[in-house]
C-alpha cells in the first residue's frame, strides 16, 4: 500500500439494494454504469453477504464490525427494544471512532436514534412534510401493501401501489430520494471543502415504494423487476453525480470511497412475497466495493461481511481500534495476498 494520504472518506450504503441487480455483478443490461465504473477503478468483492437482513441492526454491525448477536441487536424500527438500546450505547461506532481521530463527520440520513452518534452534522429528515415510513400508520398504504403481495403472487406486478404513486401527482415518498440526498451532501461537501472528513450517504431508493415509472404504459407493463430497476438505474445516475462533483474537487490519493447495501429483497419466490426475510441470495447478498488510489484495482472473490468493513476502513487509515471487533480487515486480500476463503483476512 503506497503511504497513506487519504483525508476524505465517503461511505454510501444503499438500503435494499441486491448485488443481482447491479450490472458488476452480472445484471443485463446494467442499470449502474456508475456503480460498475467506482467498481472496476476499485476493489470490488464478488462474494459479499449481509449479518442480518433487517436495516437497524444491519447498519449497526457495519458501523461498530460486531454481529448483531454480540451487539444485542437484532430487532428493527418499533421493534427495537429498551435492552437493545442499553446493548448499543455500550459500543463504540465508525463515526464516534473517526470523530477522535480528527475527521469532521457528516451523514445524510434519517434513521435518527443511535444512528445519528458521532455526527458532527447529521442531517435527519430533508423533505420536512414527507410522510412517516411507518405503513401501519397510514391505512391506506398499509392495505395497499397487503394487497400488492397478492399481486405479486398472481401477476409479479405491485399493482395497486403502483397505481397509488403513479396517478395522484401530489403523493408524498416515504423517504428522500437520491437526488435530495445528493445535493444535501454536495452541499455540506462545499462548507467543509477543506476538512478532513468522513460523509455517510444512506440510500433509500431501491426500497419499497418503487415509483420512478410512472404512466399508463409503465403502470400496465411494467413487472416488479422492472420498476425496481427503475429505482435503481435512479440511484445509480445520482451516485454518478456524487462522484464527478468529487473527482472534480479532490485528489485521488486522499479520497477513500465505499459502497454497500445493508440488505436484498425478495419479490416474489420462495412463498414470501416483498420482503427481505431469510437467507437467500437475493436477500444476503449485497454489493461491496472499496475505492481507493492506494490500492491496485482487483475482483476479490473471498467471502466478506459487513463486519469487515469498519477494521478495514480503519486498517486502511492506520487507525488503531483496542475494541474487539467480530470482522477482520480485509486488506491482506486487497493486497492479493490471502485467497484462502476460510482464512481470516
Not at 103 to 122: E, P, Q, S
Not at 125 to 141: A, E, G, M, Q, V
Not at 237 to 249: A, E
Amino acid at each position: 500500500m503506497k503511504k497513506n494520504k487519504i483525508r476524505k472518506v465517503i461511505f454510501i450504503i444503499a438500503d435494499t439494494l441486491r448485488a443481482k441487480n447491479v450490472g458488476l455483478y452480472g445484471a443485463t443490461p446494467s442499470q449502474t454504469p456508475n456503480i460498475d465504473n467506482l467498481g472496476k477503478e476499485g476493489i470490488f468483492f464478488n462474494n459479499a453477504y449481509a449479518t442480518i437482513t433487517k436495516t437497524d441492526p444491519s447498519i449497526t454491525a457495519i458501523m461498530s464490525g460486531k454481529f448483531p448477536i454480540s451487539i444485542g441487536v437484532i430487532n428493527h424500527g418499533r421493534d427495537i427494544r429498551k435492552y437493545e438500546e442499553n446493548n448499543i450505547s455500550k459500543i463504540k461506532l465508525l463515526p464516534e471512532i473517526l470523530k477522535q481521530n480528527g475527521f469532521k463527520t457528516m451523514a445524510v440520513d434519517w434513521l435518527g436514534r443511535w444512528h445519528k452518534r458521532g455526527y458532527d452534522i447529521y442531517s435527519g429528515k430533508i423533505s420536512k412534510d414527507r410522510i412517516d415510513f411507518t405503513f401501519n400508520k397510514i391505512p391506506l398504504l398499509f392495505y395497499l401493501k397487503f394487497i400488492d403481495k397478492a399481486t405479486l403472487t398472481l401477476f409479479k406486478k405491485n399493482l395497486f401501489t403502483r397505481f397509488y404513486y403513479s396517478f395522484f401527482s401530489k403523493t408524498q415518498l416515504p423517504y428522500d430520494p437520491a437526488n435530495l440526498v445528493v445535493d444535501k451532501a454536495i452541499n455540506y461537501l462545499e462548507e467543509n471543502n477543506q476538512q478532513k472528513f468522513f460523509l455517510y450517504l444512506h440510500f433509500w431508493d431501491a426500497h419499497f415504494p418503487h415509483v420512478q415509472s410512472k404512466g399508463i404504459k409503465s403502470y400496465l407493463m411494467d413487472s416488479i423487476e422492472d420498476t425496481y430497476n427503475a429505482e435503481v438505474k435512479f440511484l445509480d445516475q445520482q451516485i454518478g453525480r456524487l462522484l464527478d462533483y468529487l473527482n472534480s474537487q479532490y485528489k485521488k490519493e486522499e479520497l477513500l470511497v465505499i459502497f454497500t447495501a445493508d440488505h436484498g429483497e425478495n419479490f416474489f419466490g420462495y412463498g414470501r412475497t416483498f420482503n427481505h426475510e431469510y437467507l437467500y441470495d437475493e436477500v444476503v447478498k449485497i454489493p461491496l466495493i472499496i475505492s481507493t488510489n492506494n490500492f491496485k484495482k482487483r475482483k476479490v472473490e473471498n467471502l466478506v461481511q459487513h463486519t469487515d468493513i469498519l477494521p478495514t476502513i480503519l486498517d486502511i487509515l492506520n487507525i488503531k481500534f483496542s475494541d474487539s471487533a467480530d470482522g477482520h480487515s480485509l486488506i491482506g486480500i486487497m493486497k492479493n495476498k490471502k485467497n484462502n476463503n476460510k482464512e481470516k483476512a
